[in-house]
Each structure stands twice: as structure tokens, then as C-alpha cells.
């Protein structure tokens, strides 16, 4: 895999001075009008510099690198991966309760202990991306009371949970990139309705009103589009160039499956994942079969997954986290 890639295309956000003081909230009560239109280098600043400011988040992304370390640790010891994973003993107790239940499937009689032992029965990338998918899901959800930001918590492990079976499905290396990635795909919308209410009500009125996409409302009221915004922070925390590639969504559907490189694939699983996620489900249980059908037909070329199969991925991923909401802390 090619590990250049251009996360930012189209604007430069690497370019965004994070040193200036100017930290004045750039909104306007109407996003349409041309004098009032938000300047979207002045959105990221503000938003960086309410995320430096604010605790929770400040610590958010102190962890971020801590799992970012976990994930580079290619070459490492299953000892030195035990260990950073180990300093942190909530995560550790959290980790070894998932490894010993159904979530991870039953690989032995008598529970797993340490671990260290979990790296030698279920293997060190498995341990890693549990650990990593576990630390950034349970930061997403403790950050906040605000229920919808921790639906967006759960939707997130539940792309992760679709993606890495669809990676395993497809034998895709680079499991840890599918996996994270699938995590962060909606980070920017995240970030938005955590920080800015108001832009996210009016993003979400755009969508309604104009009957858009996430993307297209997003980067039409504030000038860059929410995959934007969390491939830019991702990639200001270090995270692998694979992981932040991944998270770029997808224009072309046309590709054959057979001919797609393995960075392709990734976006395509992630994209996939996210599109099933985000169905709503207190719809009529007809308009959620079409929409399954119609995301099915969608990426039929690409990844040529039926709506049996779908639903199968949903169930799957469901019962995964409802069965341990007690482990996850489900709210």
C-alpha cells in the first residue's frame, strides 16, 4: 500500500495558524447569507482552541497518542505492547473482561488472566486493536452527557465491529487501519456537535431542507466538509497515514471489486460501514429494508455485498454490543 496520500485535498488546512489569538466564534445565526458565511480557517482555529481549552478533550487527545503509540508498535515485543497497554489499569480490566466473553469469541476452557496471554491465544494485532478500538470508544462516550454525542460513540463501535468483519471477510491486511479508521470516520461530526451546537443544527437543517449529504451541507455551511475536518485533526494526532487515508469517503462507485488496490478497499468497507450505521432505525421496518436494498445496490461493483448480508452485518455488530453493554458501559 502506498503510504502517500493527500488528507486534505482542496484546502489547506495545514496552513491554519493554530498560534493566533484571534479565538472569536466565527458563526452567524444565517449560515446562507453571503456576508454573514462562516470563514472555515477561522472555524478550525476556534475549534482547535475550545478543544486545548477544554479538560476532557485536552485529555482526549493526550490518550489519542497514547493509543496512537499502541498502533505503531509494529515491530515491537508482545511484552512492550503488553506494557504501555498495562499503564493503563482501567482499560486493562475493561480489555481482559472483553477478551473472555463471547465478543471475542472462546478460544479456551479457562479465562485469560493477563495480557500477555491474551496476545498468545487470540495473537498481539488482535490485543492491539481491541485495546486501541476500546480506548478511543470509551473517550468518545465518557466525554459528554449529551445523548446524541454518545449515540455517535456507539455508532462508531459499531462501524469498527462491521468493518473488521468485512476486512476478515475480504482477507485485507492492515486490519488495525480498517478498524480505527471505521471508528473516526464520523469524527468530524463529532468534533462539530460537540463544540459548535449551533453550526451542527444548521448542517442538519441543510441536509433536511435541501435533501444533501453530511459532506455536501457541512462543507456548504462552513466550508469544509466534516470528513475534512476529522481526517485534518487525525492527522495532527500522527495516526498512520493508512488510518487517515482510509477515512476519505468515496466519489466512485464504478470500481470493480477485483481491480480495487488495498487502500481502496479500506475507504470502500469504511464508507460502507458508515452508510449502514447512520440507517434510522425507528423508521418503518419497509423503509429500512429499501434503504439496506439501495446501500446494497450502491456498493454492488465494489464490494458486491447483498442485503442479506447487511442485515446480517447489523445483527452481528447489534448483538455484539448489546450483549456487553455492561462490559462498554452502555448508557
Not at 493526550?62 to 503488553?82: C, E, F, G, P
Not at 477478551?99 to 495473537?123: C, D, P, R
Amino acid at each position: 500500500m502506498t503510504t502517500s496520500m493527500a488528507p486534505h485535498t482542496g484546502i489547506e488546512l495545514d496552513l491554519i495558524d493554530f498560534s493566533s489569538k484571534n479565538r472569536q466564534f466565527p458563526f452567524s445565526e444565517h449560515p446562507d447569507s453571503e456576508k454573514n458565511k462562516i470563514d472555515y480557517k477561522e472555524f478550525i482555529k476556534t475549534l482547535y482552541g475550545n478543544m486545548m481549552k477544554n479538560g476532557p478533550f485536552l485529555a482526549f487527545s493526550t490518550q489519542i497518542r497514547d493509543v496512537n503509540q499502541i498502533l505503531k508498535m509494529k515491530y515491537s515485543s508482545a511484552n512492550d505492547i503488553a506494557d504501555v497497554i498495562l499503564k493503563d489499569m482501567a482499560l486493562t480490566t475493561k480489555l481482559l473482561k472483553l477478551v473472555n466473553s463471547s465478543f471475542y469469541g472462546q478460544f479456551s476452557n479457562k479465562s485469560i488472566a493477563t495480557i500477555s496471554e491474551a496476545m498468545i491465544i487470540l495473537g498481539t494485532e488482535e490485543i492491539k486493536l481491541a485495546a486501541t478500538s476500546l480506548k478511543i470508544y470509551e473517550l468518545m462516550k465518557d466525554i459528554t452527557n449529551i445523548k446524541i454525542l454518545k449515540n455517535m460513540a456507539i455508532r462508531s463501535l459499531q462501524r469498527s465491529i462491521i468493518a473488521r468483519e468485512l476486512a476478515l471477510g475480504e482477507k485485507v491486511k492492515d486490519a488495525e487501519a480498517i478498524q480505527i479508521s471505521a471508528m473516526l470516520y464520523g469524527f468530524g461530526e463529532y468534533l462539530v456537535a460537540f463544540f459548535s451546537p449551533k453550526v451542527y443544527i444548521n448542517i442538519e437543517i441543510a441536509i433536511d431542507e435541501k435533501k444533501i449529504s453530511k459532506e455536501q451541507a457541512s462543507k456548504s455551511v462552513i466550508g469544509v466538509s466534516y470528513s475534512e475536518l476529522g481526517r485534518f485533526f487525525s492527522s495532527r494526532w500522527n495516526l498512520p497515514p493508512s488510518i487517515v487515508s482510509a477515512m476519505k469517503p468515496i466519489s466512485n462507485f464504478d470500481l470493480s471489486k477485483n481491480k480495487l488496490i488495498a487502500e481502496d478497499m479500506q475507504r470502500f468497507i469504511c464508507s460502507f460501514s458508515d452508510e449502514l450505521c447512520n440507517i434510522d432505525f425507528s423508521m418503518p421496518g419497509d423503509v429500512v429494508g429499501k434503504k439496506i436494498h439501495l446501500i446494497s445496490e450502491k456498493y454492488k461493483t465494489c464490494l458486491d455485498i447483498t442485503p442479506s448480508k447487511a442485515v446480517e452485518l447489523l445483527k452481528m455488530s447489534y448483538n455484539k454490543i448489546t450483549k456487553h453493554a455492561s462490559i462498554l458501559k452502555m448508557p
